[in-house]
């Protein structure tokens, strides 16, 4: 038995399952950071394209990003002006996650790394062994 290609057959499985660990942490990272960034800068996009469309379009976009109920007809009282969206404040103010998107961006900048390091280690694993001298 070759004991040296069993071992790195063991720590290649190992760290290939560590690298898809990683690749997927640092899609869900990704996606928390896009979900923090559209909820922080959503409504400022939305009110500068919707100043470009007309009044029919708006609806129609608010309504297929599920922010009008699909069954509300539109009777020409918008009780909320040309305001893409409204806020409800709770007397709090609230500050932007901005801690937390650079929190979100560094942990994507080291899981890169980690990514990074396991597929060099992989790579020397794939080598063709260095037999010992004796």
């Known amino acids: 038995m070759?004991?040296?290609?069993?071992?790195?057959?063991?720590?290649?499985?190992?760290?290939?399952?560590?690298?898809?660990?990683?690749?997927?942490?640092?899609?869900a990272l990704r996606h928390q950071l896009a979900a923090l960034?559209?909820?922080?800068?959503?409504?400022?996009?939305?009110a500068a394209a919707f100043a470009e469309l007309e009044p029919e379009e708006v609806q129609l976009v608010r309504s297929a990003l599920g922010e009008l109920a699909d069954?509300?007809?539109?009777?020409?009282?918008?009780?909320?002006?040309?305001?893409?969206?409204?806020?409800?404040?709770?007397?709090?103010?609230?500050?932007?996650?901005v801690d937390?998107?650079?929190?979100?961006?560094?942990?994507?900048?080291?899981?890169q790394r980690v990514q990074a390091a396991l597929e060099r280690y992989i790579a020397v694993l794939e080598r063709p062994a260095v037999p010992e001298a004796r």
């Open 2 to 27: 070759d004991r040296e290609a069993v071992a790195r057959a063991g720590r290649r499985a190992q760290a290939q399952e560590a690298l898809a660990f990683e690749r997927e942490r640092e899609a």
């Open 37 to 46: 960034v559209l909820e922080e800068e959503g409504g400022r996009v939305d």
């Open 71 to 97: 069954d509300v007809e539109d009777d020409g009282d918008d009780l909320f002006g040309d305001e893409p969206y409204v806020t409800f404040d709770d007397g709090e103010e609230d500050e932007p996650p």
């Open 100 to 111: 937390e998107i650079a929190r979100l961006g560094s942990a994507i900048v080291e899981s």
